[in-house]
């Protein structure tokens, strides 16, 4: 197990930023911070949870989708086992709650999908005034 937790929720009026958390409690199977890819999904009312931004464990290539590109960014510290999410120019439909997920050690693959993790926090609420 690998647990997640998400701090950094809030709410923030159109246009403000936030900037989630989300901190790896140990390692699973002595496996280290960094040999896992992290990323953050939303998960709407009444949608699907959507891919929003993901790292990777080598290099530290992140991957966002055309919906947040220039808006969001995505970020590790591993010496603090810590994976962030900056969101500026937060818009309404940003609202959702915010999850933070690990892959498995040494993940190859595609991060776009919930399938790729293995690991998941408890979430965080994000909401966006408009």
């Known amino acids: 197990q690998v647990p997640l937790v998400e701090s950094g929720g809030g709410v923030v009026q159109a246009g403000g930023s936030l900037r989630l958390s989300c901190a790896a409690s140990g390692a699973a199977s002595g496996r280290s911070f960094n040999s896992f890819g992290m990323g953050w999904f939303q998960e709407a009312p009444g949608k699907e949870r959507e891919f929003v931004a993901a790292v990777s464990w080598s290099a530290g290539i992140t991957y966002l989708p055309d919906s947040v590109k220039g808006r969001f960014t995505i970020s590790r510290d591993n010496a603090k086992n810590t994976v962030y999410l900056q969101m500026n120019s937060l818009k309404p439909e940003d609202t959702a709650v915010y999850y933070c997920?690990?892959?498995?050690?040494?993940?190859?693959?595609?991060?776009?999908?919930?399938?790729?993790?293995?690991?998941w926090g408890q979430g965080t609420q994000v909401t966006v005034s408009s």
């Open positions: 997920a690990a892959t498995k050690p040494y993940y190859r693959g595609s991060y776009y999908n919930t399938e790729a993790y293995l690991y």
